[in-house]
């Protein structure tokens, strides 16, 4: 008698399978005839929206100045490089070589393309100021020469102080030696000029050695300033009476690439007029405020990021005036903070400038220092 029962129950069973086998195709057919569930339709809306975002947030006229060079993908842009626009910062390259900036818009090369800009490789670009305007104040040009030009095996120099005045004169004291262990002061005052440029002509009207007038006394012997002090460095050299600086190469890295369409000197220091085929309209900050760095547009390598169609803005922590150095901006993030806003853009509160003695050595007889071109292990090294 219990056959019967069992199959009932297994006809029953049966049936209870074929109907959650019909109820399931139902369902996907209806799944099939509606499109994807709405959850993912939502998500594959909004990453739409997020790609559209680099061409909506891209900077003014970014296709003049920063054009497209490269098909794009999802690690590479496309573009030339990476615009940088600069407001009212101290922005020291490192140490105490650095201008004090109004405004300067600029764009950075990488000097390998396909590869991006890396922020702490200063060799891995090529800075190249389209306009803006700056000042060089006296510590600054005393320190290249310092730690930098002069900072060489033989060097005949050393010691010096720079200041500057509002009659257009430049102010050099120091130290030089043209007889091995003897080291004499020396004072020269006189004009500057530009030339093509980027190199600068500083022409001394005066000069004492030893607190004695040698100016008249070179010219009566028939001797120049060349015969007198020699520099041996890539960017900085002695013709003549002149004291010549290129601009292009007397920097430490990143490379530059200038055009100064003026120069001035004052008491501030020199006043530098930056210009090239292009004047950038000015992008909108990520946050409002008068004094910051903004990278926008292009692919920015830092730290262990890359990140693309970049829009990353740098101030100051304490909101005042921001001073970074581009070898030490690393420590600076550190012991500052980030945040991050939804469309990716980032915004940097660095933390104070904090000085440091290490300057990367110039490059004796035009040839790559090691430390400076392959970044050796220094408290002010990114």
């Known amino acids: 008698m219990a056959h019967p029962y069992k199959r009932a129950l297994l006809i029953v069973v049966a049936v209870m399978a074929m109907l959650a086998v019909a109820v399931g195709v139902m369902y996907g057919m209806r799944e099939v005839r509606h499109g994807t569930p709405e959850l993912t339709q939502a998500k594959q809306a909004q990453l739409k929206q997020l790609a559209r975002l680099p061409e ?38 490192v140490g105490g070589i650095g201008f004090d900036t109004d405004t300067l ?13 890396t922020l702490d490789d ?3 670009f090529v800075f190249k100021p389209l306009h803006g305007s700056v000042i060089m104040p006296p510590s600054a040009l005393a320190a290249l020469f310092n730690q930098y030009l002069t900072d060489y095996p033989g060097t005949q120099l050393r010691n010096l102080s720079v200041s500057t005045r509002d009659d257009g004169t430049l102010v050099v004291d120091g130290q030089t030696q043209k007889v091995p262990g003897l080291w004499l002061p020396f004072h020269m005052t006189g004009p500057v000029h530009l030339v093509q440029g ?23 012997i028939r001797l120049q300033l060349s015969n007198l002090v020699q520099i041996d460095t890539q960017g900085a050299r002695i013709e003549g009476d002149s004291v010549v600086l290129d601009l292009n190469h007397s920097l430490p890295p990143p490379a530059q690439d200038v ?16 210009t090239s085929a292009f004047d950038p309209k000015w992008p909108q900050p990520i946050v409002d405020t008068d004094s910051y760095i903004l990278l926008d547009g292009g692919d920015v390598k830092t730290f262990r990021s890359l990140i693309t169609h970049v829009r990353l803005q740098m101030v100051a922590g304490d909101g005042g005036k921001l001073d970074t150095s581009l070898y030490a901006y690393r420590q600076q993030i550190v012991h500052g903070h980030f945040e991050a806003t939804p469309a990716g853009e980032l915004v940097a509160y ?33």
């Open 56 to 93: 909506e947030l891209a900077p003014p006229g970014e296709n003049k100045y920063n054009p497209l060079e490269r098909d794009t993908g999802p690690r590479d842009s496309g573009r030339r490089g990476v615009g940088l626009f600069i407001r009212h910062t101290v922005f020291r390259i």
């Open 105 to 117: 818009s600029a764009l950075l090369v990488p000097t390998d393309p396909p590869r991006p800009v």
């Open 198 to 220: 980027h190199l600068f002509i500083y022409t001394p009207k005066q000069i004492k050695i030893a607190h004695l007038e040698a100016k008249g006394l070179l010219k009566a």
């Open 122 to 124: 200063p060799t891995s």
């Open 350 to 382: 660095l933390a104070p400038y904090r000085a440091v003695s290490y300057l990367p050595p110039a490059k004796p007889n035009g040839k790559a220092n090691d430390a400076s071109a392959q970044g050796g292990d220094h408290e002010d090294r990114p």
């Open 259 to 274: 055009h100064v369409a003026s120069l001035k000197i004052d008491h501030r220091g020199v006043h530098l007029r930056f």
